[in-house]
C-alpha cells in the first residue's frame, strides 16, 4: 500500500495541476496569435478561436500579448511557489535521517 506522503505535507500536486492550467493557457493564446497572423484576413478571427466562422471583430493583438505576459508571470511564480515546496520537504527529509 502506497502513501501519498507529499500531498499530505504540502501543496505540491495543486500547484503542479496550476503549471499544468497555465501552460495549457499559453498554448491557447500561441495559437491564436499564430493563427490569427498567418490567416489571409489577418488578425480578424473570431473571438472564440474557432476557424471556419465568422469573425467577431479582430483579435486585439495586445490584450493578447498581455495575456500571455500575465501567464508567463502566473507561471514563474507558481514554478517558484513549487521550487520552494520541495526544497522544504528536501530539508525536512534531511532533518529525520
Not at 500547484?15 to 498567418?38: E, N, P
Not at 476557424?51 to 490584450?63: H, K, Y
Amino acid at each position: 500500500m502506497s502513501i501519498n506522503l507529499i500531498a499530505r505535507t504540502s501543496n505540491a500536486d495543486s500547484l503542479k495541476a496550476s503549471l499544468d492550467v497555465s501552460v495549457q493557457r499559453t498554448r491557447v493564446i500561441a495559437d491564436r496569435v499564430a493563427r490569427a497572423s498567418a490567416a489571409p484576413q489577418g488578425f480578424n478571427l473570431p473571438a472564440d478561436g474557432s476557424v471556419g466562422a465568422e469573425a467577431d471583430g479582430p483579435i486585439d493583438l495586445e490584450s493578447e500579448m498581455v495575456s500571455l505576459a500575465d501567464e508567463q508571470l502566473r507561471y514563474d511564480a507558481t514554478a517558484k511557489l513549487l521550487h520552494d515546496t520541495y526544497a522544504g520537504l528536501r530539508e525536512s527529509l534531511k532533518g529525520t535521517t
